[in-house]
């Protein structure tokens, strides 16, 4: 096994309804395919990925090296979230991912960190001017719970409310590109 001296978190950038339904497994098929096809990898970049539902897969084998972060993949774990899509840095966890994802991560967190130690733990935006995860991860390890922007900690049913109004959000505009255009 390689040395392990952090683990980076990362979002698969897709809508909140993607492949809704699917197994985790053929979502994962799915990024790998972007990985090998579109980015000529040898495999799927990332070492784990939650589904919407808190499902934990297996991306790349964890003795091999990533490819998630540049220059940062040599020693690190790469985690995905299954979400993201139009995130900004800023945002809070609840805006762009589920409780069950929350829940899920810090119970992988915990696991790899009994496995490897008590190694670092950071998101891809802290790497590079990206939105990537689409939060903060050092504010919302803090937290214990889903952190705010604003850094007060929200009522869970408030989060619980934001992420079902983003879906809903994200089925009607998936329905309404679905209707035939009228010109057409
Ligand atoms: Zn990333």
Redesign the pocket.
């Known amino acids: 096994m390689r040395d392990i001296t952090g683990i980076i978190i990362?979002a698969t950038a897709t809508r909140p309804a993607w492949m809704h339904g699917a197994p985790v497994a053929s979502k994962v098929a799915e990024v790998r395919r972007w990985h090998v096809k579109d980015r000529g990898w040898s495999d799927i970049g990332y070492h784990f990925l939650i589904d919407r539902d808190g499902k934990v897969a297996a991306g790349r084998s964890l003795e091999r090296t990533g490819a998630?972060v540049a220059g940062h993949n040599t020693g690190t774990i790469g985690v995905a979230m299954f979400g993201g899509h139009g995130s900004t840095e800023r945002d809070a966890f609840a805006d762009n991912f589920t409780p069950a994802q929350d829940a899920a991560l810090r119970q992988l967190l915990a696991d790899l960190q009994e496995r490897f130690g008590p190694v670092e733990i950071t998101g891809?935006n802290q790497y590079a001017a990206?939105a990537?995860?689409g939060f903060y991860v050092p504010s919302w390890l803090k937290t214990g719970a889903p952190a705010s922007p604003r850094g007060t900690a929200m009522p869970n049913a408030v989060e619980v409310a934001r992420w079902r109004l983003a879906a809903i959000r994200d089925a009607a505009n998936s329905a309404l590109n679905e209707l035939p255009n009228p010109e057409s």
């Open positions: 990362h998630h891809h990206k990537c995860p």
